[in-house]
Every structure is written in C-alpha cells, then in structure tokens.
C-alpha cells in the first residue's frame, strides 16, 4: 500500500495525516505551534520551533503506521516573512501574516496610489502582513537583517529547505504581492512601487509544477526518515484546500471557516483590472492554465473565539448558543474585524475594526455570539461575491464541526454548502500533488461529503441582514478612512 504523509504547517497548530493512496486518513498526529504576539500589532514565530514540531508530528505518524512513508508532503501558512540565510537558519524571527507593523506604511500606499501601481501588474492587493511593505519597512528599520538575508520566503519553503538542503518556494506561496501570475515572473514594476527592487535577489525563483525535492542527512535525522525519501513542497494552505476539498470546475470555489476566513474561486483566466479596488489575489495552481481567485479575510474562527470568551463561553458552547438565539439575533448585529492588522479582503483596510450594535437589555450572551457568525457569513458572502462564485461551494476547516454553524453559513449564503468529512483537506489536497508529481496522472479523488441545504423560512431575513451589512460597511469605510487620515 503506497502511503503519502501530508503535513499541514498552521499558524497555531502543525498537523501530520498519512494517507494511502485513495485518500484515506491512516493516522495524524498534531501538535500546537508558539505564536509571539508583541506590542505594536507584532507578531513573530521562530522557525526553529517550527521545524521541530514538524519533526515531533512525522515520527509520531511514521511511528504508528509501522515504517516510513512513500513521500511526505508539505503545505502551511502563507504570506508573512520568513528570511534566512544561505542554510536555511533565521536571521531573524519569522514575521507572521498576521503582524500589524506596516499597518500605517499600507495606509500610505492605499492613499498615494503604491499599492494600486503593483495591483495592475500583478492583481494581487498588499496588506500589513505581506512580502512588500514587509521588506519596506524591515529595509528602514533593520537593513541590516536584510543584508544577512539570502532568502525572503515563507512558511513552507523555510521548512522544505531545512528538511532538504534546497530553496524550493511553490508559485502560489511566490503570488503576492510580486509575481505576475500569468507568467509566474516577478514583476519588476510590482518591486519598484514598493521601492524594494534591490532587494530581488531575495525572493526564490517559483519552481516548476511537479517539482520533487529529497530529505538530505539534516532533514533525515529529523523526521527519523530514510536520506532521499521523497519530498513535496507545497501549494500553500489555501490551494491546498481547495484541491483537497475537490474544488475542480471553473467557477466552483471553497471557503475555509480557519483562523483565516478564505475564500477561493476556481477560474481559467485571470483579469488584472487596473481599476479595480486592489484586494484578494490570483493564487496559481499546479495546473497552469488554472488559477484560484483569492479572497482571504483576515479574522473567521478568531472572531468566534473572540466573543466566547468576552461572554466567558468556548467553542463546546457553540451548538448550545447559536440554538439559544433565533436568526437575526434579537436585533443584535456585528462587523467581524478583529484583527490588528485590519482588513484585507475583499477590500484592504488597516483601520477596520469590528463592533456589536444593537445591544438591549433583552439581549443576552447567546445573541452577541450569533451576531458575530452572522457577521463573519455577510463577510464571506462579500468575498465570495467579490471572486465571481458561480458553481458550487465546498466548507471546510475547523468552524465546521459546529453543526449550527455550519448551518447557519449556508443560510446566510443562501446556498447548498458541501462539507469534505475528512477535515484535514490541507494535507489531502498537497498529498494529492505529491503523487502527481511523482507519478503523473495519479491523483487522489476528491474525499466523500455532506451537504447543508439552505432554510428557505429564513432567506428573506438573511438577505435583508446581508444589505444593511453592506451599506453600514460601506459607510465605517469611510469613517476608518478619516480616522487613518
């Protein structure tokens, strides 16, 4: 039995599943990850740790499946930086996407137009915590960090490149802010707006699909694999699970309910737009003429963990609250953004925050936390609506074990959701371009699914609360603008 280890490298949690080779999950093992929050809105991880729970996770799972695998693959977090030397070592910790530190400098580039300029070369918008204003803002404050650097990549590649001996970065990791997606070439007008086109020579050359990599004598003694054990880096997290949640037909797209509300189109052309409002991302995919058009929000499942603990609830309460308060919550209404860094999808706005309005004495615990899920379905439907969703609409990642919740996203979408029950799709969708990489033409089926149906007695009230989302969204853009100005 041919047996492929996926690693799924989170931003808070590592996970490894063996699969065999119809997609089965054979065994998994997890382990939780160190995230520095710092003041400023910063936000870092050190890679060392990082690899060691890739580590800890491999063994584990080669362990109990009795030897080692065929291949391990690899997929994670996207976006953030994470610069190292010639050796794959740090110099410094890994920026995470989700660190607020160029917040203001994005506020700038939004404003004077830097961001728009790149947008038209590349159609991907900028956000805090990605690669241009990243290097921007390290080439003002630590240039010299910079200059130890002979690599500016991400999650996955760092961990490929300790595990291997090889800079090997995947072009959907390479898409934002720089590559040109229809060629997957940097563009250099994208690297001159952000005013870090001398710093080129940091960012890895995006490898050919179907690019096999091998544990070298570091890499094996880590994993407690065989030297040369075959080995596959990337997609990145988001495609990833769009493969793996069998996301297939032009027009068909996937929202993961993560820590990251994303959401994704399947498209076979891209549009660079240059009037268009610089947001989302064209990710490529394995297959060249296919690209997936991104919408990642920045804030889902942390929005929910967030009014949990402020009516001092966990998500073990989630079925029993979201059952407790009727749709519409009592009046109770919300904007889901939480994060320090803003917003960035389907538009990018480092001032966004969120909010609970309509707040009454009859209003109880229940309803504050309906109102927040409600609010994170108005923004996934803004985003799915922003990257032309036409087909049909895969669910997955951790918010779906909430049955209520899952529910109430197809309501408010209004709209049949499918729902993979092999939860780790991340790691099935990059073991599925393992073996195609190493043996092309085979590939893993998509997994088995359930679908949710929406409630037909509530569709005149969600779509009544998705409007007003809009026009009171339309209008705290405009007071967030002021306020940044």
């Known amino acids: 039995m041919s047996t492929i280890i996926g690693v799924d490298i989170g931003t808070s949690v590592t996970k490894a599943v063996a699969f065999d080779e119809t997609g089965g999950?054979?065994?998994?093992?997890?382990?939780?990850?160190?995230?520095?929050?710092?003041?400023?809105?910063?936000?870092?991880q050190d890679l060392d740790d990082v690899v060691a729970g890739v580590g800890e996770v491999v063994r584990e799972v080669a362990t109990a499946i009795g030897g080692p695998p065929d291949a391990v693959a690899l997929t994670g977090q996207g976006d953030g930086l994470w610069l190292r030397d010639g050796r794959g070592r740090p110099v410094r910790p890994a920026i995470s996407w989700m660190d607020a530190r160029a917040s203001e400098l994005v506020t700038r580039w939004l404003a004077d137009g830097t961001i728009g300029a790149a947008y038209a070369h590349t159609g991907s918008g900028?956000?805090?915590?990605?690669?241009?204003?990243?290097?921007?803002?390290?080439?003002?404050?630590?240039?010299?960090?910079?200059?130890?650097?002979?690599?500016?990549?991400?999650?996955?590649?760092?961990?490929a490149q300790r595990l291997t001996g090889?800079?090997?970065?995947?072009?959907?990791?390479?898409?934002?802010?720089?590559?040109?997606?229809?060629?997957?070439r940097y563009a250099p007008e994208a690297l001159e707006a952000c005013g870090v086109a001398d710093r080129a020579d940091l960012l890895p050359v995006p490898a050919a699909p179907g690019t096999v990599l091998g544990l070298d004598d570091r890499g094996a003694r880590l994993l407690g694999l065989p030297e040369g054990l075959p080995v596959v880096a990337g997609p990145y997290d988001l495609p990833a699970c769009a493969i793996g949640s069998g996301v297939r037909a032009v027009?068909?797209?996937?929202?993961?309910?993560?820590?990251?509300?994303?959401?994704?189109?399947?498209?076979?052309?891209?549009?660079?737009?240059?009037?268009?409002?610089?947001?989302?991302m064209w990710l490529c995919t394995p297959d060249p003429g296919r690209w997936l058009?991104?919408?990642?929000?920045?804030?889902?499942?942390?929005?929910?963990?967030?009014?949990?603990?402020?009516?001092?609830?966990?998500?073990?309460?989630?079925?029993?609250?979201?059952?407790?308060?009727?749709?519409?919550?009592?009046?109770?209404?919300?904007?889901?953004?939480?994060?320090?860094?803003?917003?960035?999808?389907?538009?990018?706005?480092?001032s966004a925050r969120g909010r609970l309005d309509g707040l009454s004495l009859a209003a109880g615990r229940a309803d504050a936390v309906r109102a927040v899920c409600?609010?994170?379905?108005?923004?996934?439907?803004?985003?799915?609506?922003?990257?032309?969703?036409?087909?049909?609409?895969?669910?997955?990642?951790?918010?779906?074990?909430?049955?209520?919740?899952?529910?109430?996203?197809?309501?408010?979408?209004?709209?049949?959701?499918?729902?993979?029950?092999?939860?780790?799709?991340?790691?099935?969708?990059?073991?599925s371009v393992a073996r195609a990489s190493l043996s092309p033409g085979d590939e893993v089926p998509p997994g088995r699914h359930r679908v949710v149906e929406p409630r037909e007695g509530v569709r005149a009230l969600y779509e009544d609360g998705y409007g007003r989302y809009r026009a009171e969204l339309a209008t705290a853009r405009g007071e967030w603008d002021r306020l940044a100005r």
Do not use: K
Not at 175 to 183: A, G, N
Not at 411 to 424: C, F, H, N, T
């Open 251 to 280: 027009g068909d797209g996937v929202l993961i309910l993560g820590t990251t509300l994303a959401s994704q189109v399947l498209t076979d052309r891209v549009d660079l737009d240059p009037l268009a409002e610089p947001a989302g």
């Open 293 to 350: 058009r991104a919408m990642p929000a920045m804030v889902g499942t942390a929005a929910l963990e967030w009014v949990l603990a402020l009516v001092g609830a966990t998500t073990a309460d989630v079925d029993a609250l979201l059952t407790e308060s009727p749709p519409g919550a009592r009046g109770v209404h919300a904007f889901p953004f939480l994060s320090e860094a803003g917003e960035r999808a389907p538009f990018v706005e480092p």
């Open 126 to 159: 900028m956000f805090p915590g990605c690669h241009g204003p990243l290097l921007n803002w390290l080439q003002e404050h630590e240039p010299e960090v910079l200059d130890r650097a002979a690599v500016a990549g991400y999650c996955v590649d760092a961990v």
């Open 25 to 44: 999950a054979l065994t998994a093992a997890v382990r939780r990850s160190h995230v520095e929050m710092l003041p400023g809105g910063r936000v870092e």
């Open 374 to 431: 409600e609010a994170i379905g108005y923004a996934a439907r803004h985003c799915l609506d922003a990257a032309g969703l036409s087909g049909t609409l895969a669910l997955c990642g951790g918010g779906t074990r909430s049955v209520m919740w899952a529910r109430l996203m197809a309501d408010v979408l209004g709209r049949p959701v499918r729902i993979p029950l092999e939860e780790q799709v991340g790691a099935l969708g990059v073991v």
């Open 166 to 184: 090889r800079v090997c970065l995947d072009a959907s990791d390479a898409t934002l802010p720089f590559l040109d997606p229809r060629t997957r």
